[in-house]
């Protein structure tokens, strides 16, 4: 299935900060979903509204980090990481 615009704008986005260290390229420990609370999303960086669902990833590694996400920015984040997984352990 081809990926709209939008989703490849933000597969740009997260292969940059993943590449960056901006965002991790491991999976969250925890993760689940709400109401938006407003809160900035941590792959475009745009308000998650109180009518979008909210995700909110919990990494726990040598800090605690907290990601919050819109529900494709999420999707693509994921993808990401898995496809640099994959780079990984096959060069």
Known sequence: MPFTKLEQELRLIARERIA?????REAPSRIWGGYGT??????CDKA???HDVEYEAL????AVQTLRFHVACQSVWQLECAHVKQLKKYP
Request: a positive charge; hydrophobic letters at 45%.
């Open 20 to 24: 960056k260290r901006e965002l991790p």
């Open 38 to 43: 407003g809160k900035l999303c941590s792959l």
């Open 59 to 62: 990494l726990i590694g040598a």
């Open 48 to 50: 998650i509204q109180a």
